[in-house]
Each structure stands twice: as structure tokens, then as C-alpha cells.
């Protein structure tokens, strides 16, 4: 099915052209949101959302980019969207908590996401670098999320986000700086009060 | 190379961007600095997670979870659970509203020509149509005069 068969077949509501998108861009869409989001069933929820309104905006869709380029806009600012608000959410939570402990309760802490990593190490290294990742500006960290884990070229890139080729070279080299950056001062610090051979263990 | 140029060249080397430096250099680096070479090794294998990542599988059941989700909606969004939005029943919904529109005109048109009736009954002069017809006012005070001769 092409574009613009796929398009046509959800603005009039055809079964098997919402059963091709789900089908095909549902999966995607998830893995898209989890690279931002790192939990997976914020990421399903958020996928829903993405398909909801593909569903209903097909009509506003007037085929100056991919299909793909305008479901991956869709998703970024969705998932962009959701850690904005889940940041503000936490902060007034933090607030709460603060609070609370003052009249005597003691809050819960947040549980850490978990992950089917078997290797604790890997476990680890997963949160050291999405904590990192997280900490990056928005549009760093969406060049680079597009670039290294969707493996999108400069060219998708700047469609997806809709800047200059020249503006996507500069935030993906500003992104990788600043990771490796905080990826340095993490592993240092712990290193400090670590000896030499403990520092596999990180 | 020292350990500053070094840990700031970790990226480039792992990307193999050698404009700022060379590879002997660096490894040259990483074989005299322990500190500077397991930092490096811990950078990598950190970085690695990203390559793990895109081989994540989905749960296969959250898109048979979606379509019927979408389906809920679109059923939600019908009017008691009629297919409003099939484009198949489109003209048969349009017949049905002219259907209406028409049956709409006919009652209105009806009514008015009720109110119309009412309106002329309303402005006729009962005295001129009586003294006109010669007919005795059977509800006024002539009846009783009428019937007492
Ligand atoms: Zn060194």
C-alpha cells in the first residue's frame, strides 16, 4: 500500500487501511516513544495517542513530507509533550513530598523503571546513559534519539524537526559533546572512590 | 595526547572521526593511562546499550490492544452504536435528511396556513356578515326578544 493509498483509505475510514498503519506503525511508533520516554507503557500509551491522531487528522496531511517523516513528527512532540508535563508533575510531587515529611509522613520514593536485563551491569549502564540522554536540551536530545537509535540520516532528520541541515550537525555534535561530557564526570566521580579494578564494576 | 584530549576524543574514536587526532595517538594514550583506558571501555559498553536497544521487541499483543481500542472509539463516537461514519451509507443518511427537510416543510408549511385561517377568522366582522345574511344574534340579547314574540 503507498502513501497516499494508506492516506485515502484512513480518511474514509477503511477498515484494512487502519489495520495496515497499526500493523506497520504501531511497533515503530512504541520503540520511537520509548527512546524518549524509557518506560514501555508510557510509550504504548503514547503510541495509541500517535495512531488516534493520525487517524484523525489524515485529512490535514498534504503530503509535503514522507508518511514516515509526519508520523515521526507526530510521535517526537507527543513524547516531547509527555516528559514536559511528567517533569512538572514531578516537581510538584517533590513539592508535596517535601511538605509531607514536614507534618511527619514519609513519601514514597519513585520505583526505578525496570528492564528485562539480566546483565546487572548493562542494567546499570542503561540508566547512567538515559538519565544522561535525559539532561540534554530538547532538540539535542532529539537529533541525537533520531540519529543514533532510529539511524535517521541529516537529511530526515532536519524534515522531522524541521530545521536547517547545518542546524542538525550542530545540535548532534552539541548532543554528543555534552553526553560524553556527563558520561566522563559520572564514570570520574565514581571512580574516585572506587579502586583501579573496581571501576569495571560501575 | 594527554588525559583531558584523550576523554574529550572518546566519541570521535568510537565514531572513528580522526580529524583531531590520530588513532596511534590515542590508543598510544590508552596503553599508558589505566585510568583513562577502563573510562574509555566504560564510555563504549555504555554507549553499546543504544545498538542493544534497537533490537527491543514489543509486546505482539498491543497491536491487537490498539485496533480494538480504535474500534471502541469509533463505536463510542457513532450515534447508539449506528455505522455514522461508513462512507458506504453516506447517501442513504443524505436521502434521509432531505426525507426529513421535506417532511419538516410540510408540517411548518401547514401550521401556517393554520395560523393563516385564525388570522382571517380573527379580522372578519361578525355584524356586518349577520346584518348582511339577515340572521338574528342567537348569543346576544336579540334571542330573548326573538323568543318572547
Ligand atoms: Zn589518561
Known amino acids: 500500500m503507498t502513501d497516499k493509498e494508506l492516506i ?95 507534618d511527619g509522613y514519609h513519601a514514597i520514593e519513585p520505583q526505578e523503571p525496570s528492564f528485562a536485563d539480566t546483565n546487572t551491569d548493562n542494567a546499570e549502564r542503561r540508566k547512567i546513559l538515559e538519565r544522561s ?56 566521580e565514581y571512580s574516585k572512590n572506587k579502586p583501579n579494578h573496581e571501576l569495571r564494576k560501575v | 595526547m594527554n588525559c583531558e584530549k584523550f576523554k574529550n576524543s572518546i566519541f570521535a574514536w568510537s565514531e572513528n572521526d580522526f580529524s583531531s587526532f590520530t588513532t596511534e595517538e590515542f590508543e598510544a594514550h590508552a596503553s599508558e593511562c589505566v585510568q583513562c583506558s577502563l573510562l574509555k571501555e566504560e564510555i563504549v559498553k555504555t554507549m553499546a546499550i543504544i545498538e542493544q536497544d534497537k533490537h527491543m521487541e514489543t509486546d505482539p499483543y498491543a497491536v ?17 452504536g449506528f455505522p455514522v461514519n461508513k462512507p458506504a451509507l453516506r447517501p442513504v443518511y443524505l436521502g434521509i435528511g432531505i426525507l426529513v427537510a421535506i417532511l419538516l416543510g410540510v408540517v411548518m408549511g401547514f401550521e401556517e396556513s393554520g395560523i393563516n385561517k385564525a388570522r382571517i377568522a380573527n379580522n372578519i366582522d361578525i355584524e356586518s356578515v349577520r346584518s348582511e345574511l339577515n340572521v338574528p344574534d342567537i348569543m346576544g340579547d336579540d334571542v330573548t326578544e326573538f323568543s318572547n314574540q
Open chain 1, 133 to 188: 540522554i535525559n539532561t540534554l536540551p530538547e532538540n539535542q536530545r532529539t537529533a541525537f534519539v533520531l540519529n543514533k537509535y532510529e539511524d535517521l540520516s541529516y537529511k530526515e532528520i532536519a524534515e522531522v524537526m524541521n530545521v536547517s541541515l547545518a542546524s542538525v550537525e550542530q545540535l548532534l555534535h552539541r548532543a554528543k559533546m555534552n553526553l560524553q561530557k556527563k558520561l566522563i564526570v559520572h564514570y570520574s
Open chain 2, 64 to 80: 491487537p490492544r490498539i485496533l480494538q481500542k480504535i474500534e471502541n472509539r469509533q463505536e463510542a463516537k457513532n450515534w447508539w
Open chain 1, 8 to 102: 485515502t483509505g484512513i480518511i474514509n475510514r477503511d477498515n484494512v487501511a487502519t489495520q495496515f498503519l497499526v500493523v506497520n506503525y504501531h511497533p515503530k511508533v512504541i520503540k520511537t516513544a520509548y527512546y524518549f520516554v524509557h518506560d514501555m507503557n508510557d510509550a504504548e500509551d503514547l503510541a495509541q495517542d500517535v495512531c488516534v491522531e493520525i487517524l484523525e487528522s489524515a485529512r490535514h496531511f498534504k503530503g509535503m513530507s514522507s508518511l514516515n517523516t509526519w508520523i515521526y513528527r507526530i510521535t517526537v512532540n507527543k513524547s516531547l509533550n509527555f516528559i514536559r508535563k511528567n517533569k512538572r508533575k514531578q516537581l510538584f510531587s517533590q513539592i508535596e513530598n517535601v511538605f509531607r515529611k514536614q
